[in-house]
């Protein structure tokens, strides 16, 4: 049976409303996006959805108490949060710096969790 | 007491002042060295540079400049990094208090007061966002209500939480963002509450922030009123009709502890206004040609205290060219052939930027709709002549629309304006 449904992408900002049919595990048609990576979208958010994680863990003696993170490349939707429970028994040393991998392999994802800002040693 | 005479007066001067350190600030100072300004100056009342970009740890930031997404604090990273390896002289807390017609700055900080005279100066101070006074929501006054921005900076720089049981006010993108943000804190985000009957924010925000979450958004409708002696314990909400007006009978209270407030964003204009700077009525920013510069000669103006983008990508582009403008000083008072042309929205269409032509040629226009359609056609217009015809498969308030023109010679006669209106095909 053929289902038919919209999707809103969320690539960029423009948001195309994506028309869909699907039968079963097959994408029947892909119609309104805007650009090749609708179709990507579209792809991933049928059969496996998945979202970039963005969130901050715990700085021990930082000039700023947190420091921002982001995952490794897009988790599974339904993992979110046991993930973000990991996250937040974490808490790292100053000084960090953006890029540096602060957990790995995140609740068993094969994901990591990495700093997007540099925190620097409390100056006091 | 600090006596008058110990004040410190510290006298200079620079090519290019550029006031504000946020997203829009930084690339029209980067911008201004690249193009040949010796002494750039970036002045910021905040300890750090990057505006509120650092308290934007979401991301999608980046994409359409670079191809790659960014959070916040990695693109405002990134562009503080350019302007130490560039020279440019950034003076954190310090706070600009006016300038003048010569462009002689004022400036304060913790080593005395500034006198700074500047050949160019770039305006990039931003906005502010509404607050509860703004749209006069009736009740108490308990603790318990912020705009989303601060709620924003107090969860993601200073790791507290603004409350327990939230109701949001108004779909702006940054309420939108604050609600999964919330949520991913362990808050029960009650509801969005718009009056409009879409939201204001992008259509992304609503699936990845609010849809993935079951997060429910009441259209049309507002917050009628705020209980609570101490801390917020309910607010009523009640849908309206088309007039704005609330419809009776149809209020609800709802149990919460929290109040978000995502009502929009303000231009922050107090410097410009205090000089003379004529501001526009229906962007709130200042009144720019297709140089960004200002009714005041020499004095340009970018980012969020010119109009209110959606992307930091559009606006840095934009930004970018302010600076390499101050730093060529392109004024429009040339003598010899000025012209003057006013850009005015017409029907359909909120506000265009710029609102003053005043040199032939290409010109880009940035545009809002003022609601959503599907197959429109927006034309430019001039002495009845058709510059521009584009269709618009969509437009969308919230995404700002971009199209170049070619402004011919025959318009330097006219005494008319140029005209953008949008209608059904």
């Not at chain 1, 540096?100 to 969790?113: C, L």
């Not at chain 2, 004529?278 to 010119?306: D, H, K």
Request: net charge positive; charged share 25%; glycine share 8%.
């Amino acid at each position: 049976m053929t289902n038919e449904r919209n999707i809103t992408c969320i690539v960029c900002p423009i948001g195309c409303k994506i028309l869909i049919k699907t039968n079963g595990m097959r994408l029947e048609h892909v119609g309104g996006n805007k650009c090749k990576k609708g179709i990507e979208y579209v792809k991933s958010e049928v059969f496996d959805p998945r979202r970039m994680l963005t969130t901050s863990v715990l700085v021990n003696g930082g000039e700023w108490p947190l420091v921002s993170v982001k995952s490794s490349k897009p988790v599974p939707k339904e993992k979110l949060f046991s993930i973000l429970k990991e996250i937040k028994r974490t808490a790292v040393n100053a000084p960090v710096k953006s890029g540096q991998k602060i957990i790995r392999n995140v609740a068993n994802t094969d994901i990591s969790i990495i700093a997007t800002k540099t925190v620097k040693n409390n100056k006091i | 007491m600090i006596e008058p005479e110990v004040i410190k007066v510290i006298d200079s001067s620079a090519d290019v002042v550029v006031i504000g350190g946020g997203p829009a600030g930084l690339a029209a100072a980067i911008s201004a060295k690249e193009s040949g300004a010796e002494h750039v100056v970036l002045l910021d009342r905040n300890s750090w540079l990057g505006g509120i970009l650092p308290q934007c740890i979401h991301d999608g930031f980046g994409v359409e400049e670079t191809g790659i997404s960014m959070t916040g604090p990695e693109y405002a990273e990134k562009y503080i990094e350019m302007t130490e390896k560039k020279g440019i002289d950034a003076m954190k807390e310090t706070m600009v208090l006016q300038f003048n017609e010569k462009r002689e700055i004022t400036a304060v900080n913790k080593n005395g007061l500034y006198k700074i005279k500047a050949k160019s100066i770039v305006l990039a101070m931003g906005c502010r966002e509404k607050t509860r006074w703004n749209v006069m929501i009736p009740g108490d006054r308990p603790s318990g209500i912020y705009t989303a921005g601060v709620a924003q900076a107090f969860i993601n720089l200073y790791n507290i939480m603004p409350g327990k049981n939230v109701i949001i006010l108004g779909s702006g993108d940054v309420g939108l963002i604050m609600a999964r943000r919330l949520k991913f804190e362990g808050a029960n985000v009650l509801g969005v509450v718009e009056i409009l009957p879409y939201a204001s924010g992008l259509p992304r925000n609503v699936v990845q922030c609010l849809d993935d979450y079951n997060i429910p958004i009441f259209f049309n409708h507002t917050v009628t009123c705020i209980d609570g002696r101490e801390r917020v314990e309910q607010v009523t909400i009640a849908q309206i009709d088309e007039k704005m007006n609330v419809i009776s009978g149809t209020e609800k209270k709802i149990e919460c502890d929290t109040l978000l407030l995502s009502l929009g964003l303000i231009p922050e204009n107090e410097l410009a206004k205090n000089v003379g700077i004529e501001i526009n009525n229906l962007t709130g920013g200042t009144t720019v040609n297709q140089y960004f510069e200002t009714t005041l000669p020499g004095v340009f103006a970018c980012g969020n205290c010119l109009q209110v983008y959606d992307t930091v990508d559009v606006l840095a582009n934009d930004a970018k060219n302010a600076g390499k403008n101050a730093a060529n000083n392109l004024t429009i008072q040339k003598k010899d052939k000025k012209i003057f042309i006013k850009v005015v929205p017409g029907m359909g269409v909120r506000y265009v930027v710029p609102q003053i032509i005043s040199e032939l040629g290409k010109v880009h226009l940035t545009l809002r709709v003022e609601k959503p359609r599907e197959s429109s056609v927006l034309h430019v217009i001039v002495d009845g002549k058709e510059l521009l015809r584009k269709r618009l498969p969509w437009a969308n308030p919230a995404n700002m629309i971009g199209v170049d023109i070619d402004v011919p010679p025959e318009t330097m006669t006219t005494s008319h304006n140029l005209e953008v209106i949008l209608d059904d095909q």
